[in-house]
T-cell receptor, first 115, second 109 residues
Framework: GAVVSQHPSRVICKSGTSVKIECRSL??????MFWYRQFPKQSLMLMAT?????????EQGVEKDKFLINHASLTLSTLTVTSAHPEDSSFYIC???????????FGQGTRLTVV | GQQLNQSPQSMFIQEGEDVSMNCTSS?????WLWYKQDPGEGPVLLIA?????ELTSNGRLTAQFGITRKDSFLNISASIPSDVGIYFC?????????FGAGTRLTVKP
């Protein structure tokens, strides 16, 4: 099966700092990667879709200047939470897929706590 | 984006019992997916359904793609403690995928 690795699994940062989360497809090339946010006891909310080599497409209500997404290669996408605030604390999950109309595989998630 | 209606929200069952959960939508999807999420982990794909009316099994799990393409169900037979977790349905149309709110399953030994 396809393996998607997300790093770090947990991070604590101070308010005002920036945090970078990496999402890697380990055994396949991912033309598209997705970033989700999940609040406790809630479902996954899509934040943005990124295609390799192009700008990410953000969902309505997601600030692109706050959540910077880079998809520079077919195996790596990064999400940077800039000027983090406590309300940004959440579980962030990425997924990656090989191509259109194929299923996406999820990373293990990153628990971000902003203090 | 539109959320799917997933029910029940939670279930508390005894080990050995069967479980059934379902998802409905006002929109048509061409793919239905069922995921399981353990605490602190990302979702893991259990079953993918691609054709209206399709019934697919994966061990003790069985899922069906509704004929109207607006619903799907997942059954778990003879539950065991490791079935504990949150089960999410997802409907996909092309590049657009939406998730249900999840069913939290607790299995008592």
């Amino acid at each position: 099966g396809a393996v998607v690795s997300q790093h770090p699994s947990r991070v604590i940062c101070k308010s005002g700092t920036s945090v970078k989360i990496e999402c890697r497809s380990l055994d396949f090339q991912a033309t598209t990667m997705f970033w989700y946010r999940q609040f406790p006891k809630q479902s996954l909310m899509l934040m943005a879709t990124s295609n390799e080599g192009s700008k990410a497409t953000y969902e309505q209500g997601v600030e692109k200047d706050k959540f910077l997404i880079n998809h520079a290669s077919l195996t790596l996408s990064t999400l940077t939470v800039t000027s983090a605030h406590p309300e940004d604390s959440s579980f962030y999950i990425c997924s990656a897929r090989k191509g259109p109309n194929t299923e996406a595989f999820f990373g293990q998630g990153t628990r971000l706590t902003v203090v | 984006g539109q959320q799917l209606n997933q029910s029940p929200q939670s279930m508390f069952i005894q080990e050995g019992e069967d479980v059934s959960m379902n998802c409905t939508s006002s929109s048509i999807f061409n793919t239905w997916l069922w995921y399981k999420q353990d605490p602190g982990e990302g979702p893991v794909l259990l079953i993918a359904l691609y054709k209206a009316g399709e019934l697919t099994s994966n061990g003790r799990l069985t899922a069906q793609f509704g004929i109207t393409r607006k619903d799907s169900f997942l059954n778990i037979s003879a539950s065991i403690p490791s079935d504990v977790g949150i089960y999410f349905c997802a409907g996909r149309w092309g590049n657009d995928m939406r998730f249900g709110a999840g069913t939290r399953l607790t299995v008592k030994p």
